[in-house]
């Protein structure tokens, strides 16, 4: 080993198997940024975690809570936040300029059942959906919000240098 930390091997070898996505800006400036680079792989072990928790709730929440289908209303919308954390995953290790959207669109994922674990949650069960609003669901939220708004600081720097090369190749008019 060469000293790097085991992590920091796992990632490259990920960003080995999983190469930037092939769009035209990538080929200006692909985004090596340290969080980039550390998202894919760290979203998609998240969005994998989310699995079983999805099969725990389906089975264990009351079919009935003050509405219908109570259970599989949460099952589903974890699944969709999977899909979210799973998106900005694929779009992270791949650099693509979808990462800003799917980053913005899991931080609000992550914001509205930060909210509703909070304020559906009954009795003593409510302290830990605080604690778990506090130390996962909103740090997340804000990680994903600083990804897009990055995403797009990257985008803004590429279009600048799309348009130097192409000025570099007009002849120049008399």
């Known amino acids: 080993m060469n000293g790097d930390p085991v992590p920091e091997d796992l990632v490259e070898k990920l960003e080995q198997l999983v190469g930037p996505a092939p769009e035209p800006e990538n080929a200006v400036l692909v985004d090596d940024s340290r969080i980039v680079?550390?998202?894919g792989p760290v979203f998609a072990?998240?969005?994998?975690?989310?699995?079983?928790?999805?099969?725990?709730?389906?089975?264990?929440?009351?079919?009935?809570?003050?509405?219908?289908n109570y259970d599989i209303a949460w099952a589903g919308f974890d699944v969709?936040?999977?899909?979210?954390?799973?998106?900005?995953?694929?779009?992270?290790?791949?650099?693509?300029?979808y990462l800003s959207t799917a980053a913005a669109a899991t931080a609000t994922l992550l914001v509205v059942d930060a909210w509703f674990?909070?304020?559906?949650?009954?009795?003593?069960?409510?302290?830990?959906?605080i604690a778990a609003c506090l130390f996962v669901e909103l740090p997340l939220a804000a990680v994903?919000?600083?990804?897009?708004?990055?995403?797009?600081?990257?985008?803004?720097?590429?279009?600048v240098l799309l348009q130097r090369q192409r000025e570099r190749r007009r002849p120049a008019r008399r």
Not at 52 to 64: D, E, G, H, K, T
Not at 117 to 129: A, F, I, K, V
Not at 144 to 159: F, G, M, N, V
């Open 80 to 97: 969709l936040l999977s899909a979210g954390l799973a998106s900005t995953a694929y779009f992270a290790l791949r650099r693509s300029r």
């Open 45 to 68: 072990l998240f969005s994998v975690l989310l699995l079983p928790w999805i099969v725990y709730i389906a089975l264990s929440l009351p079919a009935r809570q003050l509405s219908p």
């Open 117 to 129: 674990d909070c304020m559906t949650t009954p009795g003593r069960s409510r302290l830990e959906s």
């Open 37 to 39: 680079r550390w998202t």
């Open 144 to 159: 994903c919000l600083w990804l897009s708004y990055h995403t797009h600081q990257i985008a803004e720097r590429r279009i």
